[in-house]
T-cell receptor, first 107, second 112 residues
Framework: QQPVQSPQAVILREGEDAVINCSSS?????VHWYRQKHGEAPVFLMI?????EQKGHDKISASFNEKKQQSSLYLTASQLSYSGTYFC????????FGTGTSLTVIP | KAGVTQTPRYLIKTRGQQVTLSCSPISGHRSVSWYQQTPGQGLQFLFE???????NKGNFPGRFSGRQFSNSRSEMNVSTLELGDSALYLCASSLDFAGELFFGEGSRLTVL
């Protein structure tokens, strides 16, 4: 039931865009996105709820396709501070987290 | 507003020993969950507590146990440590079951 994330890793130059995908074999009612910088705790970015409601970050957007059981995180005009590992999480009696996407933004 | 506090931050144990990790959630949060993070497996769910009751437990052996106190603070215990238990153990608190998780910085356990 662990979500599958893609890509596993991506390297960007400042200002470039990136998309991180998360798919689940189970029906999704909500999807969470977190970012973890090296040596730090994961930090909440966004939650997407069934029905389209979205709560979270101003500079990062996401989509949630309930029928396809997929979510995508969109990072536009990336900044150095965006570097980290991104996790999606789904809730079905417990949280299931994807294995993460390592994103590195270089000058 | 204080964040989630985990203690100890680092610890080294030998095989066969036991360890207790502590987590103090954000004030007002009654849900506390624990995760094991390893490079190969990512974040794996251990348990979730709400108002002192264990709501769910992940697919871990019985050597892993936990509890929550009336003040919402939580502890997890691992007995008869194995080398494979070396990991970062993260605690998270939230207002409700599926809500936004606030993570602590974790307790890094090394088993020799």
């Amino acid at each position: 039931q662990q979500p599958v994330q893609s890509p596993q890793a991506v390297i960007l130059r400042e200002g470039e865009d990136a998309v991180i995908n998360c798919s689940s074999s189970k029906a999704l009612y909500s999807v969470h996105w977190y970012r973890q910088k090296h040596g730090e705790a994961p930090v909440f970015l966004m939650i997407l709820l069934k029905g389209g409601e979205q709560k979270g970050h101003d500079k990062i957007s996401a989509s949630f396709n309930e029928k396809k059981q997929q979510s995508s995180l969109y990072l536009t005009a990336s900044q150095l501070s965006y570097s980290g590992t991104y996790f999606c999480g789904t809730y079905g009696n417990q949280f299931y987290f994807g294995t993460g996407t390592s994103l590195t933004v270089i000058p | 507003k204080a964040g989630v506090t985990q203690t100890p931050r680092y610890l080294i144990k030998t095989r066969g020993q036991q360890v207790t990790l502590s987590c103090s959630p954000i004030s007002g949060h009654r849900s506390v969950s624990w995760y094991q993070q390893t490079p190969g497996q990512g974040l794996q769910f251990l348990f979730e507590y709400f108002s002192e009751t264990q709501r769910n437990k992940g697919n871990f052996p019985g050597r892993f146990s936990g509890r929550q106190f009336s003040n919402s603070r939580s502890e997890m215990n691992v007995s008869t440590l194995e080398l494979g238990d070396s990991a970062l153990y993260l605690c998270a608190s939230s207002l409700d079951f599926a809500g936004e998780l606030f993570f602590g910085e974790g307790s890094r356990l090394t088993v020799l």
